[in-house]
């Protein structure tokens, strides 16, 4: 079993930064990939971020140039640094890993006022 616990979210005027935190613990060693995913109200969860254990990094077409995701290995702790937020960026930010099945972490709001 893995568990996830989000962190850092919150209200940003437009324009600016935030940086969510996920902190890993249990059966880390068995994650292969870990990914940042993201829900607007009304519309279905959409994969924002992903970094695998060798350190690959894919983003989602939209957003890369304005989040990184990245990963402290001694803090089994994953990051996501978004920059210049736009209202269309609000939703629930949800961390993921997969290590054989899904987790998810609870979910974290991140809501972008103009």
């Known amino acids: 079993q893995v568990q996830l616990v989000e962190s850092g979210g919150g209200l940003v005027q437009a324009g600016g930064s935030l940086r969510l935190s996920c902190a890993a613990s249990g059966s880390i060693v068995s994650i292969t990939v870990m990914d940042w995913y993201r829900q607007a109200p009304g519309k279905q969860r959409e994969l924002v971020a992903s970094?695998?254990?060798?350190?690959?990094?894919n983003y989602a077409d939209s957003l890369k140039g304005r989040f990184t995701i990245s990963r402290d290995n001694a803090k089994n702790t994953l990051y996501l640094q978004m920059n210049s937020l736009k209202p269309e960026d609000t939703a629930v930010y949800y961390c993921s890993a997969w290590g054989g099945t899904r987790y998810w972490g609870q979910g974290i709001q991140v809501t972008v006022s103009l």
């Open positions: 970094i695998y254990s060798g350190g690959r990094t």
